[in-house]
T-cell receptor, first 113, second 114 residues
Framework: DQQVKQNSPSLSVQEGRISILNCDYT??????FLWYKKYPAEGPTFLIS?????DKNEDGRFTVFLNKSAKHLSLHIVPSQPGDSAVYFC????????????FGKGTKLSVKP | NAGVMQNPRHLVRRRGQEARLRCSPM?????VYWYRQLPEEGLKFMVY????????ESGMPKERFSAEFPKEGPSILRIQQVVRGDSAAYFC????????????FGDGTRLSIL
């Protein structure tokens, strides 16, 4: 049973526009959520995280929104750049990341010039 | 490079051989995690270790797989008597162990079984 779901396998966006990547989870014990970006043949690179006591966290062009009642989080990238093209993974943890991370299957983002 | 270091980057083994994957955490990090990624899948947790201790091995297959993080040296993920289904990318992550501090990943070891 998938506890973290990324229902869109792919997303295509024009350069300069907003990219919105979505993630749903089922386990109400999750209290820490992260987004990672991954290029082929490389490891995941940490982008941004949010704890369950917040509903928004912002870092430069990246903003993560958390809706606990809907068990939904999203990553907004504004403005999108061609270098943002990668696979984005949503991950969640119960225990504030000290334990294991549960990953979604990823969304492949393509930003077109 | 102060990041998580994994070696080898690529490892080829024949069925029945042993595979040893190494991971050196980021400087200052004492917590190590191993994940496995199959094609078209997300990363799946295998094991969580601190120095000389296994904290959580709930994701480890019951047989043939073992992990250690000795007092000195890198963490080792060991797969004995490899089978074709072990072919995957194996990623190591480390963290300082404080609450709400992210795990940082290495570039992985791609294991291929002939």
């Amino acid at each position: 049973d998938q506890q973290v779901k990324q229902n869109s396998p792919s997303l295509s966006v024009q350069e300069g526009r907003i990219s919105i990547l979505n993630c749903d989870y089922t386990n109400s014990m999750f209290d820490y959520f992260l987004w990672y970006k991954k290029y082929p043949a490389e490891g995941p690179t940490f982008l941004i995280s949010i704890s369950s006591i917040k509903d928004k966290n912002e870092d430069g062009r990246f903003t993560v929104f958390l809706n606990k009642s809907a068990k939904h989080l999203s990553l907004h990238i504004v403005p999108s750049q061609p270098g943002d093209s990668a696979v984005y993974f949503c991950a969640a943890s119960a225990g504030g990341s000290q334990g294991n991370l549960i990953f979604g299957k990823g969304t492949k983002l393509s930003v077109k010039p | 490079n102060a990041g998580v270091m994994q070696n080898p980057r690529h490892l080829v083994r024949r069925r029945g051989q042993e595979a040893r994957l190494r991971c050196s955490p980021m400087k200052g990090h004492s917590h190590v995690y191993w994940y496995r990624q199959l094609p078209e899948e997300g990363l799946k947790f295998m094991v969580y270790l601190q120095k000389e201790n296994i904290i959580d091995e709930s994701g480890m297959p019951k047989e043939r797989f073992s992990a250690e993080f000795p007092k000195e040296g890198p963490s080792i993920l060991r797969i004995q008597q490899v089978v074709r289904g072990d072919s995957a990318a194996y990623f190591c992550a480390s963290s300082p162990g404080f609450r709400n501090q992210p795990q940082h990943f290495g570039d992985g070891t791609r294991l291929s079984i002939l």
